[in-house]
């Protein structure tokens, strides 16, 4: 699975993305959020959703998540 941010990372890239595998997903226990402690996410946190990974370097998460391809 490839997950798509809305962030842009300058001029001739469209925004952060990041893939993973369905059994990856499944053994790290993969969510996205769309809120934090019963609130909606701040775009600082990710809004309007964001994929945690929890068994996977933090920086690879995507905030901002736009689409998820299969």
Do not use: C, W
Request: aromatic share 10%; charged share 25%.
């Amino acid at each position: 699975f490839a997950f798509h941010g809305l962030d842009r990372l300058g001029v001739f890239k469209r925004g952060y993305h990041y893939g993973l595998s369905l059994a990856e997903l499944r053994e790290a226990r993969a969510i996205i959020a769309v809120t934090m402690n019963g609130e909606p996410l701040s775009r600082r946190h990710g809004f309007p959703s964001r994929l945690i990974v929890p068994q996977i370097y933090s920086m690879a998460p995507v905030k901002r998540l736009r689409h998820i391809e299969g």
